[in-house]
């Protein structure tokens, strides 16, 4: 494949070597953000669907650059126009109903959808988030759109009657919009798969929907996986067939415990790999970043590995969302000057098994 | 003569003003979830909606009535989540689902603590009859996969612990009808079954005069564990008829069963609402295979607290119709 990572590598980057910085998505919102929410759903205020566009531009312009300010090579708006990663899309999707809401743990719940008919979707989804953040960032822009197969997973399906059939359907809309994303100029899209994870029987399935999304994709466009909080010995290595560049792992929540998982057979992607916690409120120092990125080395050279957060930050105070990125971002640059100077046993299992 | 008897398999979903009430007296953190001894607040937030969904069984017309389980945040984990000897961690995913539970962490000796009974007794307090109870409780062996033992030390004497716990805990219900045991790990955890798994379910089975119904769910049951489950003490087992059909068809074909057999016909985890004939036509493929039985229970597959609640009203009134339109064969 072709490198679609040098594009990222920002023009004053300090050093030779180059560890992608990004984030997965999600940021924590403004309390503010929150409140225009209530309010604009509240018949009795005055305050318009207009103001309430203008506070979630406020809040994407406010978190495009926190990210900047943290040192991120790659930036995000932080989902701020987006409620769920679910729900998002399909209330911009034709075919399908919002039933009421359905429990996700303890009293948190989503309004989530069931599809009635055949889907379909006449208007962008994510064009004119990815225009406005690209408008006003000084560094690249990442654009996270939920896959096809947790679309159809995490949905109720009423009309299909078969999964694979309404992931096929789902898949050829986010085609669409990943083309309308790269007809605006996004060259880093990362689709999120979460609900692999939880059904690993159906790669082959994932594999499919990503093949139909990726055939139209330019060559410089890069293209990442998000994956989370499973059991990837079942995913590993059949995930490599996926026409992706780069796969982006939870690892340090279980403290790199699946690690060896990817050392076996060799890792012939990049490796997008979570080097921070986002359900610990604790923020990792940085020493201890440090020798989470170097599990990542034990998988893939320097050149493949992208450093981010496990998943999004969103359920995180927003001070600790920004200091575990500010910490992450210093770990990959002092890493990067050690590399430099010879200073980092660059041992990966394969090379040096143990 | 085959008696058509709509139930259901409890752990509701809460009404959505209770869903609001209770996020706002427990928050949205894992810190506030049931402990076994909420406030006067929290208790009457329950109270309210388990009267709630009684009515709402008892109007749909179904021939059993659960309290509902609207306590259980950890779903089939809460019995030993409230309990004392046992320590709550961190979330995990419940079977494949996009749900979670806390880890429970069983510490010291799990003795019965009446949490199960007490939720119980009010049905007996909203004038249902005993001959309309129905208790609702997790089977051993799905209960002990779900836990993480931390104080006995091998498998074999955990799954006995948890049995007799959950032993005890039936021995302190009030009078009922049916105690269906819910059992999804004997499908997804089919290689632990052996002798030990049906005789801790014997162990709870024996506990109680109500008639026991094992209902099994996530897929059809593997052939080996069906022929345990023929040789436990029950009264009946219940089957997938949704993620399962024609797999539990063949068991049955192929087995037999219990005079009682329960046919998951009823989508918990899908919004579609069955039509009573669909469920009729499940049911009545089960006969077909087993000949004349006592009683086949029409009831949903899964637990419902996967649906929205105008859904699941729904479905329970098609079970409650498909019951009282079917025939009863001879």
Aim: aromatic share 8%.
């Amino acid at each position: 494949m072709t490198d679609t990572r040098e594009q990222f590598r920002p023009p004053d980057h300090p050093h030779d070597h180059f560890l992608l910085t990004t984030v997965v998505g999600s940021y924590p919102k403004p309390k503010w953000l929150n409140r225009a929410r209530e309010l604009v759903a509240d018949e009795d205020s005055k305050f318009t669907e207009a103001h309430f566009a203008e506070a979630k531009d406020d809040a994407a312009r406010l978190v495009t650059g926190e990210h900047e300010r943290c040192g991120l090579d790659v930036v995000v708006d932080g989902e701020m126009r987006r409620n769920e990663m679910v729900e998002y899309f399909f209330r911009r999707i034709d075919g399908c109903e919002f039933p009421g809401r359905v429990k996700v743990w303890g009293h948190n719940y989503f309004d989530k959808p069931a599809v009635v008919d055949e889907v379909s979707c006449s208007e962008p989804w994510l064009v004119d988030e990815y225009e406005f953040t690209a408008g006003v960032a000084t560094r690249p822009v990442k654009v996270p759109i939920t896959g096809p197969y947790t679309l159809a997973r995490w949905s109720f399906d009423e009309a299909y009657g078969s999964t694979e059939a309404l992931a096929h359907d789902l898949a050829d809309l986010v085609n669409e919009e990943i083309d309308r994303l790269v007809a605006a100029g996004a060259r880093y899209i990362q689709i999120d798969e979460p609900a692999l994870a939880t059904t690993p029987d159906d790669h082959a399935l994932v594999g499919e929907c990503l093949e139909r999304i990726a055939a139209d994709v330019p060559e410089d466009v890069r293209l990442g996986l998000h994956v989370c909080y499973g059991d990837y010995s079942r995913i590993y290595p059949e995930m490599l067939e996926f026409p992706v560049h780069e796969f982006d792992l939870e690892l340090a929540n279980g403290d790199y415990e699946q690690i060896d998982v990817f050392t076996e057979p060799e890792f012939t992607k990049d490796l997008a790999l979570g080097v921070v916690d986002v359900h610990d409120a604790e923020v990792e120092s940085v020493a201890r970043i440090k020798a989470n990125i170097l599990q990542g080395l034990r998988v893939v050279p320097p050149e493949r590995l992208t450093v981010s957060p496990d998943c999004g930050l969103k359920l995180l105070p927003r001070e600790v969302a920004y200091e575990k990125m500010a910490n992450m971002v210093q770990a990959a640059r002092e890493v990067e000057a050690e590399l430099d100077a010879g200073e980092v046993d660059v041992g990966r299992v394969s090379a040096s098994a143990d | 003569m085959t008696a058509f008897v709509a139930t259901t398999t409890g752990v509701y979903p809460l009404p959505d003003w209770a869903k609001d009430a209770l996020a706002d007296l427990k928050g949205h953190q894992r810190g506030g979830l049931v402990s076994g001894d909420e406030g006067a607040e929290v208790t009457d937030v329950y109270d309210r909606a388990r009267a709630e969904v009684v009515d709402l069984q008892r109007d749909a017309g179904l021939d059993r009535v659960v309290e509902g389980q609207l306590r259980w945040d950890d779903m089939l984990a809460h019995p030993l989540a409230v309990h004392d000897n046992v320590e709550t961690g961190g979330i995990v995913r419940y079977y494949d689902n996009n749900n979670f539970y806390r880890d429970v962490r069983v510490v010291d000796e799990l003795t019965a603590d009446g949490d199960v009974a007490a939720d119980l007794a009010a049905l007996a307090d909203l004038d249902v009859v005993p001959e309309a109870r129905q208790a609702v409780l997790p089977g051993p062996y799905s209960l002990a996969d779900l836990a993480t033992d931390a104080h006995y030390g091998g498998e074999g004497d955990f799954l006995e612990a948890v049995a007799e716990f959950l032993a005890g805990e039936v021995a302190a219900l009030p009078e009922v009808a049916t105690l269906f045991l819910l059992e999804p790990s004997l499908v997804t955890a089919a290689d632990g079954v052996d002798d030990a798994a049906t005789a801790a379910i014997d162990r709870v089975a024996d506990a109680t005069d109500a008639d026991v119904v094992v209902h099994t769910y996530w897929g059809a049951l593997d052939e080996a564990v069906y022929g345990r489950l023929l040789d436990a003490a029950v009264d009946g087992v219940g089957h997938d008829f949704v993620h399962g059909r024609e797999g539990s068809l063949e068991l049955l074909a192929e087995h037999g069963s219990h005079d009682q057999l329960a046919v998951g016909a009823v989508a918990g985890r899908n919004s579609r609402v069955e039509s009573p004939a669909e469920i009729r036509d499940a049911a009545e493929a089960a006969v077909e295979r087993v000949g004349a039985v006592e009683t086949v229970y029409l009831t949903p597959n899964t637990e419902l607290c996967y649906l929205p609640v105008g859904r699941f009203e729904a479905k329970l009134r098609a079970l409650a119709e498909t019951a009282q339109t079917t025939e009863v064969t001879a």
